[in-house]
């Protein structure tokens, strides 16, 4: 066969999937979270390879590492959050290695454009004693997962691939031969009771390996060709990763630069190598100080967090800032002409139509004494005004537990628990088995739409269909809570607003557990749901604004009177049944 | 290094991936580099949403510096003045006559224009776009003709659009969108 090369625009998600198929990678697994989800929703087009979702990122990572201990080339994908939840697996994995290659994305989030915090992961690599793998833009991300596998076998550990939103989400021009370059390896499963069964005999002996193996990889920082020098005309020198690479290399494109891409261990002897011969050197990394803590440690005198920021994403205007308070640059290279204008914010807000909008509205009309614990997917935006019916979000799977722990030190406030039916599956279903043993008096609303709806729909264990789009048989919420024991757990439709919200109300005064399960499918996935708009009959509207206090983004308020935009109206009628005149609004005729 | 940005700006759900992904695709065609960045997530519910599309001879941040977009295509007009640091003297900026309510604010229409007159860049189109696209039977076609008439202003053929809008566009929506993009064009003549 001739080469045959593709040249593509293809974002940093799409790249590493061809990195993983290109390194003979046929299995992976992981739990969508933005910004990492697309990875598998690409691989799983390839051919002879399994993708599949798991329930969450530990059963991702376990299942991904049972398929290299049997002999398959695999990863697992996440986002940064995602990785403490696998935490536990990624520990000892470290010490039993691995049998066919074995490679962990995750994809941090700086900036927090759709995260709960902004942990920088490179920390889990050295927590870990794993080596770490950093590409700075999409050519390299799919290069480097190629070649995480071979480190991983050639090491016998698993290797961490960290990518970050700017890079997971930003598109570049690749060329690629789209052929599987290495050798097909057919490993067979491995029996081997001192390396993968970790009872303290066996751990003892693997943590000295793990020790040895990172002496090689220390070894090996130093020789691979990812952390490179790139010689400019420049007294100083930049030392950078990952996204901030490419700002250096626009804003200073003659500086001498040590480019990292095998960032732990760090290739500490030669870096000294490279300082040594300049006047003064910086390190310019996004988020924690990791690389200037590394090389601080082994004596080298470089600076870096001093000039720039510990926080926040980094973008040209942020590091151009943080090289003139180094006094690498003098001046800015642009004016900001136009300042900044006072506008109103645009903060994301439930679609027009979606489910979760009736039970916040009630929830946030039944009172103030109710304390809401929330949980993590698209109904965290119920926090917001004018809903303002969430008074907890912290982790997946938090409200449950959370709910739990304030029902059990005080009764002034009724506890409610909200959490969606993919953070269910995730990490609720050990909360609820708690909640009916130690008797919690809450009451749990499982919003179940059937989709992971905030990372773009991808299927549930609720959903009835895998990420390959095969059919399977749903697990249904209400016999999962019921076979627990739990006796008062109720299936409801929401749009039916006021029988909605009179079982809420109940079932909130009770003592007692109870669940709570509202029906309606998301209107975005699997598939879009509109039905003939809704309309304000201007003559009976009296600008009372109940409405409003809706947030649909399909209404709107002028001249005195609620207006809806036909076009964006899925025809829920919530607004409808929360309008207090009869006949204000009505289904558009002839719909 | 000579980098050129197409910064696009508008409302969650308006289409700006795509129509991004169109001018990323024919820069690349036409022989540039290309880098672009787009937000997914949280953001796409209805928020502010951005994507940078920045091309030249090599090309290393996806995401612009203030003070150095050569053009800018804005969806809607309060989200065009939320960018304007990014705007410079020599910009060029079409911007769909459009307001999207933001929920629990009530926006005034006669301040905004007021603050977009004050935006004095080399060019500025505010046009009701929705009206061309209705004209042309579908109001799904407002990007595609914003296209059109901003590719008359860069310096990528019009030949490599077309190619884009293939590449990118599903099958039975490229030949609505083609036409729309030379109306596009066409309408460049009213802004020469």
Known sequence: ?591 | MNINSVLFVGVGGDGIITASNVVAYACMLSGFDVKKSEIHGMSQRGGSVSASVRFGDKVYSPTDKMGSVQFMLSTEKVEMLRWVKYLSRDSIVVVNDRIVPIIGQAIDEGSIDRMIERVRVKKLIKRKFIDDANKLGNSRLVNTIILGLLSHFMDVEEKYFVEAIDEVLPEKLRTINQFAFSYGIKLSKEYA
Request: net charge neutral; hydrophobic share 40%; aromatic share 8%.
């Open chain 1, 1 to 591: 066969m001739g080469l045959k090369v593709i040249k593509k625009i293809i974002n940093g998600n799409q790249a590493i999937s061809i990195g993983a198929y290109k390194g003979n990678a046929r299995f992976g697994s992981g739990y969508p979270g933005t910004p990492s989800s697309e990875i598998l929703e690409h691989f799983k087009n390839y051919p002879n390879v399994i993708a599949q979702w798991a329930s969450n990122e530990k059963a991702g990572f376990e299942t991904a590492l049972g398929a290299s201990i049997a002999g398959t080339r695999s990863f697992a994908t996440m986002k940064h959050v995602g990785l403490n939840v696998a935490a536990d697996p990624l520990m000892t994995a470290s010490y039993t290695g691995v049998n066919a290659g074995f490679v962990v994305v995750t994809a941090d989030d700086p900036g927090m454009h759709s995260s709960q915090n902004e942990q920088d992961n490179r920390r889990y690599a050295k927590f870990a004693k794993l080596p770490l793998i950093e590409p700075s833009d999409p050519f390299e991300a799919m290069a480097f997962m190629q070649y995480a596998f071979v480190v991983s076998e050639k090491f016998d550990t698993p290797v961490i691939l960290r990518s970050t939103t700017r890079i997971s989400h930003s598109l570049g021009v690749v060329q690629f031969d789209p052929r599987t370059l290495d050798n097909e390896q057919n490993l067979k499963l491995q029996k081997d009771f001192r390396k993968y069964v970790m009872i303290p005999a066996n751990a003892i002996s693997r943590h000295k390996v793990v020790l040895d193996r990172l002496e090689k990889l220390k070894l090996f920082s130093n020789e691979t060709p990812i952390n490179k020098v790139e010689k400019g005309k420049t007294n100083f020198g930049i030392i950078t990763s990952s996204m901030a690479y490419n700002y250096i290399k626009e804003l200073l494109p003659n500086v001498h630069m040590f480019k990292v891409g095998f960032s732990y261990p760090m290739p500490i002897e030669k870096i000294r190598e490279f300082v040594d011969k300049l006047d003064e050197v910086i390190v310019v990394e996004e988020l924690e100080p990791f690389m200037e803590e590394e090389l601080k440690i082994a004596g080298i005198n470089v600076e870096g967090k001093k000039h720039f920021p510990y926080d926040g994403e980094f973008n040209l205007d942020i590091v151009e800032e943080g090289l003139k308070k180094a006094g690498l640059i003098k001046e800015k290279t642009t004016k900001v002409i136009f300042n900044e204008l006072e506008l109103p914010k645009r903060p994301p807000a439930l679609c027009p139509g979606c489910p979760h909008r009736p039970i916040f509205d009630i929830l946030h009309s039944l009172g103030k004494d109710i304390f809401i614990t929330g949980d993590i997917g698209c109904y965290t935006l119920g926090c917001l005004p004018p809903l303002s019916a969430m008074h907890t979000t912290v982790c997946m799977g938090a409200s449950i537990s959370m709910g739990i722990g304030a029902s059990k030190v005080q009764n002034k406030q009724k506890i409610v628990a909200v959490i969606g039916d993919s953070t269910f599956f995730h990490t609720g279903i050990q909360p609820i088995i708690d909640a009916y043993i130690s008797n919690a008096n809450i009451t749990v609303i499982i919003l179940d739409n059937r989709i992971t709806a905030m990372t773009g729909g991808q299927p549930d264990p609720g959903s009835g269909f895998t990420l390959k789009g095969e059919d399977v048989k749903p697990i249904r919420i209400y016999d999962l809570v019921k076979s627990i024991g739990i006796e008062r757990v109720y299936e409801i439709d929401q749009y039916d607003y006021e029988s909605t919200k009179k079982l809420l109300k109940e079932e909130i005064n009770k003592p007692g557990l109870s669940v709570i399960i509202p029906t309606r499918p998301c209107v975005l996935e699997p598939k879009k749901i509109k039905e003939g708009p809704l309309i304000v009959v201007s003559d009976k509207c009296t600008g009372c604004k109940r409405c409003l206090r809706i947030a649909c983004p399909a209404i709107d308020f002028k001249d005195n009177k609620a207006i809806i935009d036909e076009v964006l109206c899925t025809g829920c009628e919530v607004c409808m049944h929360v309008c207090p005149i009869g006949g204000a609004i009505v289904k558009k005729e002839g719909k």
